[in-house]
């Protein structure tokens, strides 16, 4: 028996998604739940990162962190992390303080793929995030729509290869020229345990879902075409089929940074949703993706360290240029650790004054 839910008292985001009328832009904030939050540092100096993906209930806490304290935000995000799918692929993923994600055993030659474990069950390694996702809709009682995501598999072989992040992306690059085939077979499993992933986060109660293709734009539109975009479009496929029968309509974003080479592919991906990066103006990108697809994005994150005057201008310039018909507001990447509060306040009540 799936869980019964509190009714969805804020809709705006999924009417937006699909194309319908709101009365005000919907809004939310990449990585909202997150270190530029005080009650978060204070979280995190009595739990590990990791630790508190792993645990419904400090997962839920932390995602319901910043709806607390913003009114004016129209979504949840599920607080977890794009590398959970490498650690139920058998990878050891730490996060090292003050550098980032580290997988210390990456993936150096091909025949390192017979080490993966494979296939995943995702409803079983797993499934503290679909706990978590069900427990947070209950506590968030209807307040807000819940977000899940995950990874896209371009951009999770990155990581497996790199054993972390990159200012280049030299040694994934080298697999998709040198081991075209077996890159092919790894961004395969992927795209396999991201579908299923996303298929049990909706069961699980997540009501829209995004996946991340974070690593785009260290891709041209050759390799974007042969190696990222069929997953890309075979992941909506299969959760397409995979939640045909249920009620209701689950939406989906794609949100593939740098991928300003590609926002036509991108609209006929089988996505409700296309995410923008800063660099892209709205007005070019409404006319390259078309008119039935919902824009979502795009204030340079930097923008919130200007004074509240200049941020709420541009936030209010922002919804003017996309308009306020199929759009949604959001950042043009993640929120920085070190923004002021109070400015994602203004913010967000600029967004919502237009």
């Not at 806490?61 to 058998?90: C, H, K, M, N, W």
């Not at 951009?155 to 040694?171: A, H, R």
Request: net charge neutral; hydrophobic share 40%; aromatic share 8%.
């Amino acid at each position: 028996m799936e869980p019964s839910f509190p009714p969805l008292k804020n809709d705006r985001l999924l009417k937006a998604a699909v194309g319908e009328p709101v009365d005000k832009v919907p809004v939310w904030i990449m990585r909202q739940a997150g270190r530029y939050l005080p009650e978060f540092r204070e979280f995190k100096t009595k739990h590990e990162f990791f630790e508190i993906c792993q645990t419904p209930e400090l997962a839920c806490e932390i995602t319901l962190q910043p709806i607390r304290r913003y009114p004016d935000l129209d979504a949840s995000i599920i607080f977890s992390d794009i590398l959970v799918i490498p650690q139920a692929l058998g990878m050891i993923v730490e996060m090292r303080p003050g550098v980032g994600p580290v997988l210390p055993s990456p993936l150096v030659r091909p025949s390192d793929l017979d080490k993966l474990k494979y296939p995943v069950d995702v409803s079983t390694s797993l499934k503290y995030v679909m706990d978590a996702i069900t427990l947070t809709r209950m506590k968030l009682e209807g307040r807000v729509p819940l977000i899940g995501f995950s990874g896209a598999p371009w951009t999770l072989l990155g990581y497996m290869v790199e054993g972390g992040g990159s200012k280049t992306m030299s040694k994934a690059k080298k697999w998709l020229y040198e081991h075209p085939s077996e890159s092919k077979r790894l961004l395969n499993m992927l795209t396999v345990t991201v579908s299923d992933y996303l298929i049990a986060q909706a069961k699980a109660g997540a009501q829209l879902l995004q996946v991340f293709e974070s690593n785009a734009e260290y891709l041209g539109p050759a390799l974007f075409k042969e190696f990222a975009l069929p997953c890309i479009r075979d992941i909506a496929k299969n959760v397409r089929e995979g939640l045909k029968d249920r009620k209701p309509y689950v939406p989906m974003t794609i949100f593939a940074k740098g991928a300003h080479y590609a926002l036509e592919e991108l609209g006929s991906s089988g996505y409700d949703v296309v995410g923008l990066d800063w660099t892209v103006d709205p007005v070019i990108a409404r006319q390259r993706v078309g008119p039935n697809v919902t824009l979502q994005g795009n204030l340079d994150p930097c923008a919130l360290y200007a004074p509240p005057e200049s941020l709420s201008a541009m936030g209010k310039d922002m919804v003017q240029k996309f308009s306020k018909s199929r759009y949604i507001a959001n950042l043009g990447h993640g929120i920085y650790p070190d923004m002021d509060p109070e400015h994602v306040e203004v913010f967000l009540k600029a967004i919502h004054s237009v």
